[in-house]
């Protein structure tokens, strides 16, 4: 089982920019998607890209601020944030899974990554 590998995070201030990348061989999944988890909050999705076609899935509370991107060459798949906000601190998580489609329930991702730490400050 090979497992992602997430990097990219670090602190930011309120309004600035990060690019997260997870290695992760195009040939081992259909789904690959970016969760984030706060202490004391539920995992929730960030984004999904779906090798199978059809446009990135994104949570209601990115509204157009991330990007999701797959470079199969490199096989790594970017996340891309702007506009940063405070509320956007957590722990980003990679996962994947093979499927007929993506999903937001983090319960059907069956490989993950360590995590990288995203920390926004005001």
């Known amino acids: 089982q090979v497992l992602p590998v997430e990097s990219g995070g670090g602190s930011v201030q309120a309004g600035g920019s990060l690019r997260l990348s997870c290695a992760a061989p195009?040939?081992?999944?259909?789904?690959l998607t970016w969760f984030r988890q706060d202490p004391g909050k539920e995992r929730e999705r960030v984004a999904g890209?779906?090798?199978?076609?059809?446009?990135?899935e994104y949570g209601d509370f990115v509204q157009g601020r991330f990007t999701i991107s797959q470079d199969n060459a490199e096989n790594t798949v970017y996340l891309e944030m702007r506009s940063l906000k405070t509320e956007d601190t957590a722990m980003y998580y990679c996962?994947?899974?093979?499927?007929?489609?993506?999903?937001?329930?983090?319960?059907?991702?069956?490989?993950w990554g360590q995590g990288t730490q995203v920390t926004v400050s005001s």
């Open positions: 996962a994947t899974r093979t499927g007929l489609a993506c999903s937001p329930d983090p319960s059907l991702f069956n490989t």
């Open positions: 195009a040939n081992t999944y259909t789904c």
């Open positions: 890209i779906f090798t199978g076609g059809g446009p990135p």
